[in-house]
């Protein structure tokens, strides 16, 4: 079964810090690959995604994750974080061999301090 | 676009009692979903529909739970009676393409005394 694995639980950082968020799958075929971000008190919004070509995909706010095939892995990077980006992050895989529903990850919450 | 419409946002209950949560997926969007999210066990799907059709319900909790989706623009979530357990916030998500990207709703947050 496919499964996503997020290595940090909670990682707090200092305003312009830089930030790299881990995720690996465990599915061997072709992937699409999400991040979603949920501020607190709100619902799960896009981040970026991932389907096919440039394996660097930039999404909204500054994100940023790279695909590495051969490492299964998907990590979320921002080179300067902001107080607003205390949020919770999940990581999300489908195939395309699937039905159509996404696998999440358990989550990586994030505190920036001001 | 509206996206996708949750209701209620809040509803608090008392155990035993039937609890009834609504859905109105993005115009479109063949395939609709169901979460519930909780601190102790994170985001888990519930059950995902495919063109009206539920395709996998593995992840309802229990017979409890029932989800139907009688028309593209509508979908309920039941729980019958329900447990303080059941305190969860409820998310609702479509999706125009298998495999794509997911559109969530605010959610409902429940609370069953």
């Known amino acids: 079964a496919q499964s996503v694995s997020q290595h940090n639980h909670h990682v707090i950082l200092s305003e312009a810090a830089s930030l790299e968020l881990g995720c690996n799958y465990s599915y061997g075929g072709t992937v699409n690959l999400f991040w979603y971000v949920q501020y607190p008190g709100q619902h799960l919004q896009l981040l970026l995604k991932?389907?096919?070509?440039?394996?660097l995909v930039k999404g909204i706010k500054g994100f940023e994750a790279e695909f590495i095939k051969s490492k299964f892995s998907f990590n979320l990077r921002k080179p300067s974080v902001q107080w607003s980006d205390t949020a919770e992050y999940f990581c999300?895989?489908?195939?395309?061999?699937?039905?159509?529903?996404?696998?999440f990850g358990k989550g990586t919450k994030l505190s920036v301090k001001p | 676009d509206a996206g996708v419409i949750q209701s209620p946002r809040h509803e608090v209950t008392e155990m035993g009692q039937e609890v009834t949560l609504r859905c109105k997926p993005i115009s479109g969007h063949d395939y609709l979903f169901w979460y519930r999210q909780t601190m102790m066990r994170g985001l888990e799907l519930l059950i995902y529909f495919n063109n009206n059709v539920p395709i996998d319900d593995s992840g309802m909790p229990e017979d409890r739970f029932s989800a139907k989706m009688p028309n593209a623009s509508f979908s309920t979530l039941k729980i019958q009676p329900s447990e303080p357990r059941d305190s969860a916030v409820y998310f609702c998500?479509?999706?125009?393409?298998?495999?794509?990207?997911?559109?969530f709703g605010p959610g409902t947050r429940l609370t069953v005394l």
């Open positions: 998500a479509s999706s125009p393409l298998q495999g794509g990207e997911q559109f």
């Open positions: 991932y389907f096919s070509g440039d394996p």
């Open positions: 999300a895989v489908t195939s395309l061999g699937s039905q159509g529903n996404l696998i």
